[in-house]
Nanobody, 130 residues
């Protein structure tokens, strides 16, 4: 069965770091999928955080540029989000997403459109204290 599972969430202090991972089952054509991290804070809409396409092009929301890095290892069917210099505003449930438009989603500026993704993980909680 197609499955995405996140890991690596937890608690950190301001200025600290966490590394999130998302592992895809064989049901997901990982090396042909666009991938992204979304997050949802309490009382807020879910928002795209970082995206990566099959050519390695990346996209980030302004608030995380210079602090977060998205990457993928196709040999391990794994997506990563390295989060450095964490801030309390980063507190949220983080979700991994995969979509079929692997080569174009970042290029055309649609990396954070939820409708472009058809597989979602259950989420991993990140809590950043001041």
């Amino acid at each position: 069965e197609v499955q995405l599972v996140e890991s690596g969430g937890g608690s950190a202090q301001s200025g600290g770091s966490l590394r999130l991972s998302c592992t895809a089952s064989s049901g997901v054509s990982f090396n042909r999928n666009s991938m992204a991290w979304f997050r949802q804070a309490p009382g807020k809409q879910r928002e795209g955080v970082a995206g990566i396409d099959t050519d390695g092009r990346t996209a980030y929301i302004d608030s995380v540029k210079g602090r977060f890095t998205i990457s993928r290892d196709n040999t391990k069917n794994t997506l990563y989000l390295q989060m450095n210099n964490l801030e309390p505003e980063d507190t949220a449930m983080y979700y991994c997403a995969a979509g079929p438009y692997g080569a174009t989603i970042v290029l055309f500026g649609h990396a954070f459109d939820e409708g472009e993704y058809n597989h979602w993980g259950p989420g991993t909680q990140v809590t950043v204290s001041s």
